[in-house]
């Protein structure tokens, strides 16, 4: 079992810049992955950001403005998205996957106003 505890997200105008943490309940080296996805109103949950291994992969969307980072000792990790623009606004639910399983936080709310 994995349990990923979410924080930050809220509401932000457009160009504005937030900043959301999870904490994860075993080792980040322990983890196949672990990153962040998103859900807007009525469409499909997408890739933000992600760990695999060392490597970040990123969502063309977002390339240049999230950055994905981790603290290995907190078992963290942090989703700094800058530049925020409306279409950003989600529900942002932080993932991991480990050995044959995925675990998803409990989301938290991104609101970027125009």
């Known amino acids: 079992q994995v349990q990923l505890v979410e924080s930050g997200g809220g509401f932000v105008q457009a160009g504005g810049s937030l900043r959301l943490s999870c904490a994860a309940s075993?080792?980040?080296?322990?983890?196949?992955?672990m990153g962040w996805y998103r859900q807007a109103p009525g469409q499909e949950r997408e890739l933000v950001a992600t760990?695999?291994?060392?490597?970040?992969v990123y969502a063309d969307s977002v390339q240049g403005r999230f950055t994905i980072s981790r603290d290995n000792a907190k078992n963290t990790v942090y989703l700094q998205m800058n530049s925020l623009k409306p279409g950003d606004t989600a529900v942002y639910y932080c993932?991991?996957?480990?050995?044959?399983?995925?675990?998803w936080g409990r989301g938290t709310q991104v609101t970027v106003s125009s």
């Open positions: 760990f695999t291994g060392a490597r970040a």
């Open positions: 993932h991991a996957g480990w050995l044959d399983y995925d675990y």
């Open positions: 075993r080792s980040i080296f322990s983890l196949n992955a």
